[in-house]
């Protein structure tokens, strides 16, 4: 399963940077002009997760096989971008591609590098770059409206569905609230996700800070932090310089530059897990002398859906899962001992895979 998560901001706020970091390569280019990034990047990123060594130790796996993420570094957007501003039809076209948007805000002061409005205020940047978000969304649901309600008004009951869906985010948008704050039906969020709503998307913000807030944060990063809350959204402060520099260096190097700093560990590790998380995803595994790996399902799966990542047949073809939580796979010393100390459940259709089980499908195609 591909989940892709957009990297925006105004220019010389550090994307590119960030993203350097996360793909530990310098792909894209970092600069310290506008648009310097023209194309988007994307760069697939391993998710930290100690349970899957845990596991290989255990089972004596030859591979570790990490759950992966997409990040797309997306070039900066600027104000009027809604309208074509700067290079904002095809800035606003890759947000659209992705699953959620990380906002990347400059907390840090640097007269080195230059910013677009002149000033440092990372909540004001956020306010643009949403404002211009919005503008879209209001742009291409007003153009599509008109042709839904034609279909609704002939009595399709689809398209009076639709029309509803619409007017629900039209309210948001036009009260000056992005569209994810609306209260949507369960039974209606398929259809509110094919709505491709910028403003629909998860978000996550990201307080870029200087090397000497990296551990403690700064006034600036306070105010991103407090706008979160407010929000009810999630908030990591790190310095993508910082993240940058930690990403050249070997596992020894790392954890002494980390301690020297105060950090417990990068904060890109914290940045991919709440990106992780932010996507409603969670972590299974499969687990023998071969292999230990982590495969990602969006919480809530079934067994033979979750089968059905690994491959279709599985799903088709489900009989049984052969399910061992993480713990008693551990303190078993693997499947064999699990299973004799009555530690393994066979799970049918109906249940729910909870994040870290060690599962083995059984399915006859």
């Not at 990602?296 to 279709?312: K, W």
């Not at 009989?319 to 001992?337: K, L």
Request: contains cysteine; aromatic residues 6%.
């Amino acid at each position: 399963m591909g989940f892709k998560c957009g990297i925006v901001g105004l220019p010389n706020v550090g994307k590119s940077t960030l993203f350097n970091a996360l793909t530990q390569t310098a792909a894209a280019q970092a600069a310290n002009y506008p648009f310097c990034t023209i194309e988007p990047n994307v760069g697939e990123v391993a998710v930290p997760e100690p349970r899957l060594d845990a596991l290989a130790q255990v089972a004596g796996s030859k591979e570790i096989v990490p759950a992966r993420m997409n990040f797309v570094d997306i070039a900066g957007l600027v104000e009027g971008a809604s309208k074509g501003e700067g290079l904002g039809n095809q800035f606003l076209a890759n947000i659209r591609e992705t699953d959620a948007i990380i906002y990347v805000l400059r907390c840090f002061e640097n007269d080195d590098i230059t910013h677009v409005a002149g000033r440092i205020d990372p909540v004001a940047d956020l306010e643009i770059v949403e404002t211009e978000l919005m503008l879209a969304d209001l742009e291409s649901l007003e153009k599509r409206r008109a042709g839904w309600i034609k279909k609704a008004n002939s009595g399709d009951k689809d398209a009076k569905a639709q029309v509803a869906l619409m007017d629900l985010a039209l309210t948001e948008l036009n009260a000056g609230r992005p569209a994810r704050r609306a209260e949507v039906p369960r039974d209606d969020r398929k259809a509110w996700v094919m709505l491709q709503l910028l403003t629909a998307k998860p978000v996550l913000y990201v307080a870029n800070v200087d090397e000497e807030s990296a551990a403690t944060g700064n006034t600036f990063s306070e105010r991103v932090l407090a706008y979160a809350a407010e929000e009810g959204a999630q908030a990591v402060v790190i310095s993508a310089q910082i993240e940058a520099e930690i990403s050249q260096l070997d596992a020894e190097e790392r954890t002494e530059f980390l301690e020297t700093l105060g950090l417990e560990e990068p904060g890109l590790d914290r940045l991919i897990r709440s990106g992780y998380a932010l996507l409603g995803l969670q972590t299974y595994f499969t687990a023998g002398p071969k292999e230990a790996r982590a495969w990602t399902i969006r919480a809530g799966m079934t067994a033979p859906q979750a089968a059905g990542v690994i491959h279709g047949d599985f799903e088709k073809g489900f009989i049984r899962a052969e399910t061992i939580a993480y713990q008693d796979f551990v303190i078993s010393g693997g499947e064999t001992g699990a299973k004799d100390a009555g530690r393994m459940r066979a799970e049918g259709k109906e249940y729910v895979v909870q994040d870290g089980d060690v599962m083995n499908f059984r399915f006859n195609v």
